[in-house]
């Protein structure tokens, strides 16, 4: 079971990677297209930021799913339940900081970036909006880590490529009719909390000890 669980894992780990490339391709292509690369910069620069504000994580997942790995392997719930606990209560607080950055960050952004002829309001609801987008993946993403220490990662890869699917292709979709770049940004929080929040549900029914 273990081996056919990683076989699963690895060949839509790959796929995903695989499918985010191209499909991100034809997305950043899209976007350069119709927004101008001015947008393409200005995005690229502000989730570069939001990235630096995220490494307050520190690793803290790969340590509980390390040790997670001998609770499962013991069938040990009270375990399980326990570093469950602890590493929610840890990515509250990494959400709460990582806000905190963010809004302290939010009023010099502007600063940040070189010859952008944005409105100082638009620039800061881009860079607002992924801010959202980052803390909820904090807050809602925690409990994928118990199915990567029980083998099945594979779930979790293919529930982030339908999501990205559904994002890059939304996006093109909204940027073709519309060029309204705030909408598909929107739609993009949307599906990735909703993807989130599946997999939330899925291990609350796998695991109901939790």
Request: charged share 10%; aromatic share 12%.
């Amino acid at each position: 079971m273990q081996i056919k669980n990683a076989i699963k894992n690895s060949f839509f780990g790959m796929l995903g990677q695989v499918v985010l490339i191209v499909v991100g391709f034809f997305c950043q292509r899209t976007m350069n297209l119709l927004m101008g690369a001015e947008l393409v910069g200005m995005n690229g620069v502000i989730s570069n930021i939001i990235a630096i504000l995220s490494v307050s994580e520190l690793g803290i997942s790969t340590a509980v799913v390390y040790n997670l790995y001998a609770a499962i392997a013991g069938q040990d719930e009270k375990r399980i339940a326990g570093l469950m606990n602890l590493y929610r209560k840890a990515y509250l607080v990494f959400a709460a900081v990582i806000l905190g950055l963010g809004m302290a960050v939010m009023p010099f952004v502007h600063l940040i970036l070189n010859d952008v002829t944005f409105s100082l309001g638009y620039i800061r609801l881009v860079f607002f909006l992924w801010l959202v987008r980052t803390v909820l993946s904090y807050l809602l993403s925690y409990k994928r880590s118990i199915l990567i220490a029980d083998q099945r990662e594979y779930l979790v890869s293919i529930t982030m490529l339908v999501v990205n699917v559904l994002n890059y292709t939304s996006t093109i979709v909204i940027l073709e009719l519309s060029r309204n770049y705030m909408l598909a940004l929107g739609i993009n929080i949307v599906v990735e909390a909703a993807g989130n929040l599946w997999i939330a549900a899925y291990v609350d029914r796998k695991y109901p000890f939790l």
